[in-house]
């Protein structure tokens, strides 16, 4: 499967960093998920994945991209345990969300979204693209 990755569409190049996508979550789910840096695997996997299709068209993505995929990734993450929280702790998983508790991940949901949509906001390409129309 790893082969038929790098040689397939997204080429040598974009299937590398998809393959690091992948590899994050596996690192994530035997590694990270018990540790105080559990958003890491979220933050990189999710700036890898739209990376790779900048990669496969031999372009390299703009800052911005990786920066709203990174925040994007590290909101995902606290919202995905949201759900399970109670349970992780009983099992002993130690991520960050579980430590700082369910409010404070609700807060750290919010601001990361915020700051994703201020970045959006400031952007030169909303700007370029508002003042073309």
Known sequence: AVIAILLGPLGFKGGAVYLLGVGCGITYNFYFKFKITSPLP???ACAALPASIFYAVDRSPPILVLVIGSLLGVAFHFANVLKDLNADRKSQIRGLPQR???ELSILLIFLTLIAVFVILI????LTELSTSI
């Open 42 to 44: 979220y933050l990189i």
């Open 100 to 102: 700082v508790g369910r």
């Open 122 to 125: 400031l952007s030169p390409v």
